[in-house]
RNA sequence: GGGCAUUUAGCUCAGUGGUAGAGCGCUUCGUUUACAUCGAAGAUGUCGGGGGUUCAAGUCCCUCAAUGCCCACCA
């Protein structure tokens, strides 16, 4: 054995050969109890970022109960990432000096399968380097047709009870990328902008958005306002730059009588609160800026500019008409904006696809209260309450093409029966929508007619991949469903709980009628250095495979879990890779150490591998008694905390006892009395050792295992040690 | 406006009511054969501030402060 372990000529070899032996399958141990976790699917877009290093911790619990004698099922995927990736790839055609509306939807739809598909091997041979145990022939992907078909039948299913219903509604729209989101897809940041104080008629109102006035369907008081009370109910007659106009007053308890004036103009195409005010009084809708960011033609002589340009002129002309009263230029408020492309969410109204969250949120909510769905670390069960308790309807409809579109057709006759009027609000699943499971339908269910036009949208990718757990059950090899379903294991970060987690629980038990896993086990995210948020574009992001180059996969793997309590963000710590890196090359000096003193004699029995209940017959002295003594201790404690998924504490005990327990008092102790009975029981603690350490180090322990046990046997999937002779406490 | 997390050695962070810990860094010493990517010894802490409970508090309770994150419709 060479002096110093170099992992480099060490991992790839040996993750071929635990492929090639079909270690990752759970066949491995046909008969053993089910053990299952579902990869959460890395985009199909992109490299892996530094959080999917994370997942060691699912490799841990893997590696660990294989090695306990389940059945044990890892089960790969990549999603397509619906909005994300089409928003990659526009950036790419951009950098081409191209666009989407350059190609069709067919060949849009074929360029970025192709620019996935060429992704996908690159990622999964980082998942590989990183040492994942997944089983490879299982591997999914959420545009399979299988999928996809899963995908259709819950969404009819939904349909059919009532839970999915379109509406037109005001929803989060990006004028810049083209598209709604969900309540969740939009982040708020603080901006300043200048507060307008305008004249309407007797009153004055403050906004910050003059140039929607002329969707202004009603101005609002506040009922108690002593100040307005004579105004409400009443019309009032008010100048605007396009002339004469008259406008209602309304009384609601939305207004805040301390903020501005009082007086609240209400808008109710353009601003959420506006919309369920209109609503309450039965306002009319007027939309006044289009879904390309721009002024229609209600907004008269400023039709065609954006909203942002005809805000300055429309508030230039306002002022030589005299209809500002003052203008507050340092007002500061939170502003909805697009989490991909950060420019402002024009918030418009749109006929959508949206599921009735509320009876799916119950059943999930209780899941987590009854204890039948763990929480680790306990705490984040928080998150998990406020988002379910306060859900409101989930918008699914995306204006993409690449996702899974929408099995939805319109009829057009039943269409034009029932044409939406632009100035009501409507919530109506009869206008002549067919939702199929997939197929094409024929003809219209209610007028027989065969002019059907399919809906252009697709969906959110969460809702595909919010099915994720029993779609690839159901699809990967017959019989995995019933046997791995619920899975065990859920782990992720706890950034995606709302959107990715709690939508998994809330269709996994409507659709597969069980919660889709019994624990979630959550971890924190990993900062630079400078405990700053990686990110692409601020150029601070790691790629995690040049850490595995440098100190090791075995050395990345345990710095992620060592020193950081599970659920608690990190800050990259390059003295700790090195620190961890060196523990790899003392493992492997210890084995060294101990192939260095084998005799003839012992060679063969070594072969054996004994117990600690063996071993505790064959000791005679007093610190090899001890040895013993506190290495089935170990086993215990370890075994215990990686039940309770307590990783921080396992590799901190490992590590702990191997360097300052095991070599540095125990190996310089045995090192000058080593005879032929000691050597067997430093031997057999050995692996001991290193079968504790392979879930979280596994390449130097299965080289260590290779060089010192068997060349044929593997380590992956040996015995996990017992430790029925260990004393309580 | 709510909620959560964090605050422990110079730095990065563990800490499960019972004599303050690790890694890196620092000081001194040590290389004839497992490892100098090492070993031995050592220095460094009013555990954010202030109250309280307890025989005993870094740990439990209250309060204040700083930092970070999440949620919320203030036009």
Request: proline share 5%.
């Amino acid at each position: 054995m060479n002096k110093v372990y170099s992992h480099k000529d060490v991992e790839e070899r040996i993750y071929q050969e635990w492929e090639e032996k079909g270690y990752f399958a759970p066949e491995v141990n046909p008969k053993g109890k089910p053990y299952s976790i579902i990869l959460p699917p890395p985009n199909a877009n992109a490299p892996l970022h530094f959080g999917h290093a994370m997942y060691v911790i699912e490799d841990i619990l893997v590696r660990f109960n294989r090695m306990m004698g389940k059945s044990v099922l890892w089960l790969p995927g990549a999603d397509h990432a619906g909005f994300e990736t089409q928003f990659v790839f526009e950036k790419k055609l951009q950098a081409q000096g191209k666009s989407r509306f350059d190609y069709d939807r067919e060949e849009l739809y074929r360029m970025i399968w192709d620019f996935v598909q060429g992704n996908r091997p690159v990622m999964e041979n980082q998942l590989k380097r990183l040492g994942f145990s997944l089983d490879w022939n299982r591997k999914k992907f959420t545009l399979d047709k299988d999928i996809i078909k899963i995908v259709h039948q819950t969404f009819k299913n939904l349909y059919d009870d009532g839970l999915v219903y379109r509406a037109k509604r005001l929803v989060n729209y990006c004028t810049h990328d083209g598209t709604s989101f969900s309540d969740l897809e939009v982040i708020y940041e603080e901006r300043k902008n200048p507060l307008y104080y305008i004249k309407y008629g007797p009153l004055v109102l403050a906004t910050t958005r003059p140039e929607t006035k002329f969707g202004d369907t009603a101005v609002a008081v506040h009922p108690d306002d002593k100040r307005y009370k004579e105004y409400i109910g009443k019309e009032l007659d008010i100048e605007t730059v396009l002339g004469k106009a008259k406008i209602k007053v309304v009384a609601d308890e939305m207004v805040d009588p301390q903020f501005g004036t009082g007086v609240v103009k209400i808008t109710p195409a353009h601003d959420f609160n506006d919309f369920e005010v209109a609503q309450r009084h039965n306002l009319p809708m007027v939309q006044v800026i289009g879904f390309d960011g721009k002024m229609n033609e209600k907004a008269g002589k400023f039709e065609g500019l954006f909203a942002k340009q005809a805000r300055k002129i429309i508030v230039g002309e306002m002022e030589k008409k005299g209809l500002i009263e003052k203008i507050d230029e340092n007002y500061i408020h939170r502003i909805g904006l697009c989490y991909k492309c950060k420019n402002p969410i024009e918030p418009l109204p749109l006929e959508q696809w949206f599921i009735k969250m509320e009876p799916l949120a119950k059943p999930a909510i209780e899941a987590v209260r009854s204890g039948k769905i763990k929480i680790y670390p306990k705490n984040m069960d928080k998150l998990y309450f406020q988002f379910l308790e306060n859900i409101k309807d989930w918008n699914i409809s995306r204006q993409i093409v690449w996702g899974i579109r929408i099995p939805a057709w319109q009829c057009v006759r039943c269409a034009q029966n029932q044409k939406y009027n632009n100035s009501t609000i409507q919530q109506s699943n009869n206008d002549g929508w067919i939702v199929t499971s997939g197929e094409i339908p024929e003809k219209c269910s209610t007028c027989d007619s065969t002019d059907l036009i399919q809906d252009n949208d697709a969906f959110d990718t969460w809702f595909s991949s919010g099915q994720w757990p029993f779609a690839t059950l159901k699809t990967s090899k017959p019989g995995d469903f019933e046997k791995f379903y619920p899975t065990t294991v859920l782990e992720t970060g706890y950034d995606i709980l709302r959107f990715w987690v709690a939508r998994m629980v809330m269709l996994g038990e409507y659709e597969a009628r069980q919660v889709p896993f019994e624990n979630i086990v959550l971890h924190g995210l990993v900062n630079d250095p400078l405990g700053k948020k990686m990110s692409k574009s601020k150029g601070n992001a790691v790629n995690p495979i040049e850490l595995v180059d440098e100190y090791g996969a075995d050395a990345v793997r345990f710095a992620l879990v060592y020193g950081t309590a599970l659920g608690n963000d990190q800050s990259l710590s390059y003295p700790k890779l090195e620190a961890m890196r060196k523990f790899t090359n003392k493992l492997w000096n210890m084995a060294r150490f101990i192939d260095m003193n084998r005799t003839q004699n012992s060679k063969v029995k070594t072969q054996n591998n004994l117990t600690i209940e063996q071993l505790s017959n064959l000791a005679i002295n007093e610190s090899d008694k001890a040895m013993i003594e506190k290495t089935a201790k170990l086993t215990k404690g370890i075994t215990t905390l990686l039940e309770k998924h307590d990783f921080n504490h396992a590799a901190q005990g490992l590590y702990d006892f191997i360097w300052h327990e095991f070599a540095d008092i125990y190996i310089e102790n045995v090192k000058n009395r080593i005879d032929e009975n000691s050597f067997l029981i430093l031997n057999s603690l050995f692996l001991i050792l290193l079968k504790l350490l392979h879930p979280f180090m596994p390449f130097v322990t299965e080289e260590i295992y290779k060089r010192l046990w068997s060349k044929k046997d593997h380590l992956i999937i040996s015995k996990w040690p017992s430790f029925a002779k260990a004393s309580e406490g």
